[in-house]
C-alpha cells in the first residue's frame, strides 16, 4: 500500500514539474535564438551598442560614437530590420493608439499599438518602428516607459543643430 502511494505520488509529481521545466527551457532557447540573431546583425553592421533592450519579439540598440540605431523585430519566421543613421533623424515621436471602455463604472483604456515615429531631413518618408501591437501580444511589458526611454535616447543622439532647426 505504502509503495503504490509514493509510486503514484512520484509520478504525479513528474507529471506537473516536467512540463513545467520543459516550458522554460523552450523559453530559454527563443531568447538565446533572438539573441544570437542580434549580434549577428552587431557583428555584421560592425556597432558598438552603448544601449540596447530586448523584450517579446523586438530589440533595439543605439550605438552613440557612429550616431546609428539598430531596431529588429521578430514575427513568426519574418524578422524586420532597420539600421537608422540618427545624423539623418528630423524628430522622433511616440504614436500610441487606445481602445477606451468603461468598467465599473469609471472609464478606463486599453493600449492597442504603441510606435515610435522617426521623421528625417532627407525625402525619406517617416520610419515607425512597433513598441507594441495587440494583436501580436496580449501581455503589455512597460512599453510606454519604454517608448519614452527611447525617445529620450534617439533625441539626445541628434545633432544639436538639427534639433535647433527643425524645433517646432
Do not use: H
Not at 504525479?12 to 522554460?24: A, Q
Not at 526611454?149 to 517646432?168: C, F, H
Amino acid at each position: 500500500m505504502k509503495i503504490s502511494m509514493t509510486v503514484m505520488s512520484l509520478f504525479v509529481i513528474l507529471i506537473v514539474t516536467i512540463p513545467y521545466i520543459w516550458f522554460i527551457r523552450i523559453g530559454k532557447n527563443e531568447t538565446k535564438k533572438k539573441e544570437r540573431i542580434f549580434d549577428k546583425l552587431i557583428k555584421q553592421e560592425q556597432l558598438t551598442l552603448t544601449s540596447n533592450e530586448m523584450w517579446n519579439n523586438s530589440i533595439i540598440g543605439i550605438d552613440e560614437t557612429k550616431k546609428t540605431m539598430l531596431f529588429v523585430k521578430l514575427k513568426d519566421a519574418q524578422k524586420d530590420f532597420f539600421i537608422i543613421n540618427l545624423n539623418d533623424v528630423k524628430s522622433c515621436q511616440i504614436n500610441k493608439v487606445t481602445r477606451d471602455f468603461k468598467k465599473d463604472k469609471k472609464m478606463e483604456f486599453e493600449l492597442q499599438t504603441l510606435d515610435l515615429e522617426l521623421s528625417f531631413i532627407s525625402k525619406k518618408p517617416n520610419l515607425v518602428l512597433n513598441f507594441f501591437d495587440m494583436n501580436d501580444s496580449f501581455s503589455q511589458d512597460f512599453e510606454m516607459q519604454r517608448a519614452e526611454k527611447w525617445v529620450t535616447l534617439v533625441r539626445q543622439n541628434i545633432p544639436k543643430q538639427v534639433l535647433k532647426t527643425y524645433a517646432a
